[in-house]
């Protein structure tokens, strides 16, 4: 029992290490080829749609890459990151007010019977 523990351990740490190393890796190709924007732009853009929220280390790992791109494509990588940005908060925004509209809906609501839907108008 002891040994199968020790055993599940020793694979817990080495997965660790290997996302690590392979996020480390990730990390000096797109540094290695942030010269050449069409290379790393969709790589950039799924990791940095993908792991929300992105810590505070990997964040700036990422802004320094940006910041190696030439001028043009980093100012439009920039804004497509500040218009993502502003769509996952307005998404935050609005998963509030629909989840309280859902959980206490209005009252200024009015329901319409059943009985009076079934009254016909004649014209003369």
Not at 39 to 53: F, G, H, S
Not at 80 to 92: A, C, G, L, S
Not at 96 to 124: A, C, H, V, W, Y
């Amino acid at each position: 029992m002891a040994k199968d523990s020790i055993n599940i351990e020793n694979c817990k740490l080495l997965d660790i290490s290997e996302t690590e190393q392979r996020s480390e890796g990730r990390f000096t190709f797109l540094e290695k080829y942030a010269k050449y924007p069409n290379v790393i732009r969709v790589m950039l853009a799924r990791d940095l749609r993908t792991k929300y929220p992105i810590g505070e280390p990997e964040l700036s790992q990422y802004l320094c890459i940006i910041d190696l791109m030439p001028q043009a494509d980093r100012d439009a990588f920039l804004s497509w990151w500040d218009y993502i940005m502003k769509e996952r908060e307005f998404k935050k925004k609005s998963r509030m007010i629909l989840d309280s509209l859902i959980g206490d809906p209005p009252r200024f609501i009015e329901t319409i019977p059943s009985s009076s839907s079934s009254t016909t108008i004649k014209n003369e």
